[in-house]
């Protein structure tokens, strides 16, 4: 009977906080400069993967890699529809 009677409090508790109105929910409209500045607020300043400078064009890629002697990452990506029979 105890463990019923801390289900059903657990139950009531959990009702009346989910029944209390969101925060979020009561803000006004913002404008796109107060979104964009809450979105820049949630981003990480410095992300590694920001600093490095893509290449689109392999030949050019390598280049870079063999200059700074680091190693090249390729991303392949083949976008074909799903009824393509060639593979």
Known sequence: MRNLTG???SLLFAGLAWAQPSPVAE???ATPEALKAEIEALKVAKVAWREIAWKSCLLEGLKVSREKRKPALLWVFIDRPIDDARC
């Open 7 to 9: 289900v059903v409090c």
């Open 27 to 29: 803000k006004k409209p």
